[in-house]
């Protein structure tokens, strides 16, 4: 049976799941769209708070204490003119897909938040069609200045 569990934080509803479980998970299971190891602990830090003005939450599904799939959501505080949520990372295991998983995180997700949720995908990217049967549309082009 596959459970779902959101954390806010070490010290809020502690799962058995550590900060580096989750970030190991994430590396391993972002394929080629993922980040290093350092930069996904810096967005778990951010969904805990671990400074001032840093916001979010992580869920995660799993079976046992087995990690099966993962986002991390990081709350933007600037509500109105940037959505309220950006969708950082969301991962199903490899050996798991294709079996509703990532459905049922995005659902999940979607009814934890309240207000606006943006993310990043690349448009080769397979969990594009995912997104937009949930209703996400790409409004802009992103630009960026890689310095």
Not at 7 to 34: C, M, Q, V
Not at 109 to 137: C, M, Q, R, S, W
């Amino acid at each position: 049976m596959i459970k779902y569990s959101i954390i806010e934080s070490d010290d809020k509803n502690p799962t058995a799941f550590s900060r580096d479980d989750i970030a190991e998970f994430l590396y391993n299971h972002l394929d080629e769209y993922g980040d290093k190891k350092e930069s996904i602990l810096r967005c778990i830090a951010y969904a805990y708070g671990d400074s001032e003005g840093q916001d979010g939450f992580i869920l995660v599904a799993h079976r046992d204490e087995k990690i099966l799939g993962a986002v991390i959501i990081n709350d933007t505080n600037m509500g109105g003119y940037i959505p309220e949520h950006i969708l950082v990372y969301i991962a199903v295991d490899a050996s798991e897909r294709g079996q509703g998983i990532g459905k049922e995180l995005m659902e999940r997700i979607i009814d934890a938040t309240e207000g606006d949720i943006a993310l990043h995908v690349e448009p080769d990217n397979p969990a594009k069609h995912l997104y937009e049967k949930f209703g996400f549309t790409n409004k802009y082009l992103e630009m960026r200045l890689n310095k």
